[in-house]
């Protein structure tokens, strides 16, 4: 078999990197590598560029942090140029802004669209990786780089019926690319994290009637959107040198904002209701940094979380409603915090109603109606707002074959193992690009997105100037790493929450906190001090010309 598979592997395209996926990661990395002399091919199951942004066109869609920061910041002149119209750019923006880049850096002749990769398997007699994509064609690599995406799998739930009905059926995270007109509809909304609460109002504006189907009532701060000044912006550019130093360096969630020097409780009522107030006022994601202890103490928490609930009740007028609206069975920010416009004031709208399927389940789904409770909801169109197999459900949809056949599945059948989020032992050769056990989506995602591709490309260029093979992670680091990112999380309040990044969003997926919550800029040091010494915890095997060398 593998004396078969290397002569496969003789005859097809060869390149020094295969990347998977050409969202913002994978352009990124395909710049750099254009940059460095490499050869590389660029896999892409979407037509066009742009991961996230590509798939989620749903009503409402925008990034939940900052434009002028959710950007690259390799290129100054691009920083420089690029015209980001509101402080949230809407997802037609973003991807405006993702083929602009894709043209700007030459990146498309080295794509191709439209084509899954399917299965990756690792040579250990060429120490080459053959990597079969859905056109049936193989072609070998050195090094393949995963840029899936931590929230590209979109999750269909499985409710009985669900196939059999007769209206429209979307998915927030695979939306068609024509517009969707819900005007004079009856629609249903399944789901209330950040993708239903953003979709909600702007569907309610459409629709003849919306029922909106909550299991689990979530924190949501207002997101305060607004066109852009052209202050606003001057300000960013002009000060984007130290704005991106600090997001990298010193802020846990690459986001530049000012850092809290105290505890919730440091405070008296007055004060920390009115710095609560004035964070609420402003409105974005940086609300939870109003104090440093938000997220590690339970009380200082409590605070927090009944300022929201009581803005929750002063805006929903009818007190039953509010009242199940008000998260009560997770800390605030233990699941990812919403940013809406406009989300509970939509129930005060009389075509939108909240239906609780936590006490009153969904039973099934006929051919006209969602039924919850023993009651029939006749709907014409269904949005499923149901979110993600996150951070794994990409990679684990490709057969990947590493050291004596076993499969990265197998591997993490108990949960992800990872060395820094980057690489898995007995995987040589293959990077993941904000993998699990990186901070990755506890953070501003260019930030991370950029620095796991630097490293990724100072180390094969490391590796070519030395005439290197292989580079695994060991062993015993990852043990190390992953008893670590465990211990860090547990420190933490997040794991009280049933939360994608506990995988309990996906029956029978192993509950382990995935990311890494050491924040940004402490985990960047330790990335960059393992490179320093010599990529410290991994092993890397050399040509003889290596050998000779050392
Ligand atoms: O998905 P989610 P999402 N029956 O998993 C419910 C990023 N994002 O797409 O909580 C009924 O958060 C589920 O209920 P429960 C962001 O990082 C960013 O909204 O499991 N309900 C929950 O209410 C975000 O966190 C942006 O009880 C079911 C909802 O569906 C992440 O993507 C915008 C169900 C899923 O919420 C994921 O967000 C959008 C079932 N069988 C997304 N299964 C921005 O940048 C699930 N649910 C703004």
Not at 37 to 51: D, I, N
Request: proline fraction near 4%.
């Amino acid at each position: 078999m593998a004396a078969l598979q290397s002569v496969a592997a003789k005859s097809a395209a060869s390149y020094d990197v295969v990347v998977v996926g050409a969202g913002f990661a994978g352009m990124y990395m395909l710049h750099k590598l254009h940059v460095q002399g490499m050869t590389a091919r660029v896999f892409e199951q979407g037509s066009g560029v742009g991961g996230t942004w590509y798939w989620n066109r749903y009503p409402g869609a925008r990034c939940d942090v900052e434009s002028m920061q959710y950007s690259y910041s390799f290129s100054d002149e691009l920083q420089q140029d690029w015209n980001w119209s509101e402080r949230y750019a809407p997802q037609p923006e973003i991807l405006a802004y993702a083929n602009h880049v894709a043209d700007r850096f030459n990146l498309r002749s080295d794509i191709q669209f439209d084509t899954g990769v399917e299965r990756a398997e690792f040579d250990e007699r060429a120490n080459i990786w053959s990597v079969t994509t859905s056109d049936g064609k193989t072609v070998t690599a050195k090094f393949v780089v995963l840029a899936t995406g931590c929230l590209s799998n979109a999750r269909k739930p499985d409710i009985k019926g669900l196939d059999a009905f007769k209206g429209k059926v979307y998915h927030t995270g695979h939306w068609p690319h024509e517009p969707v007109d819900f005007c004079g509809q009856r629609v249903a909304v399944i789901g209330t994290g950040s993708s239903g609460i953003q979709a909600v109002p702007v569907i309610a504006e459409q629709a003849r009637q919306l029922t909106v189907f909550q299991r689990t009532a979530n924190f949501s701060i207002p997101a305060r959107n607004a066109a852009l000044t052209e202050e606003e912006r001057k300000w960013f550019r002009q000060n984007y040198p130290e704005v991106r130093r600090f997001a990298r360096e010193e802020a846990r969630a690459g986001i530049y904002t000012e850092m809290p020097d105290r505890g919730a409780l440091d405070d008296g009522d007055n004060e920390r209701r009115s710095k609560y107030e004035a964070r609420w006022q402003r409105g974005g994601l940086t609300f939870m940094s109003v104090y440093n202890n938000l997220g590690i103490d339970q009380t200082a928490n409590d605070t927090d979380a009944d300022f929201v609930r009581e803005k929750i009740a002063e805006i929903v007028k009818d007190p039953e409603t509010a009242k199940l609206l008000q998260p009560n069975n997770h800390p605030i920010g233990s699941k990812r915090i919403c940013i809406d416009t406009e989300y509970f004031a939509a129930f005060n709208r009389p075509n939108v109603t909240l239906v609780d399927i936590k006490s009153n389940p969904i039973e099934e789904i006929t051919s006209n109606a969602v039924r919850a409770g023993g009651k029939d909801y006749e709907v014409d169109a269904i949005v499923l707002a149901t979110g993600f197999d996150a951070m794994t459900g990409s990679v684990a949809k490709i057969d990947i074959r590493g050291r004596n056949g076993q499969t990265l599945n197998q591997k993490w059948a108990e949960g992800p193992k990872t060395y820094l989020g980057l690489m898995s032992a007995g995987f040589p050769n293959l990077f993941v690009i904000t993998g699990p056990g990186s901070p990755s989506v506890l953070s501003n995602m260019i930030v991370s997105i950029e620095q796991h591709v630097d490293w990724i490309a100072d180390c094969v260029v490391y590796m070519r100037d030395r005439g290197l093979e292989t580079m695994e992670a060991n062993k015993d680091a990852e043990d190390k790493w992953v008893a670590h990112v465990n211990e860090v999380a547990y420190t933490t309040l997040y794991p009280q929450a049933n939360s994608w990044y506990m995988g309990a969003n996906v029956p029978g997926k192993p509950r382990i906190f995935m990311p890494y919550i050491g924040g940004v800029g402490p985990y960047r040091q330790i990335c960059n001090e393992v490179a320093a010494k010599g990529y410290e915890g991994f092993t890397m095997a050399g040509t003889e010309r290596a050998r000779a060398a050392s």
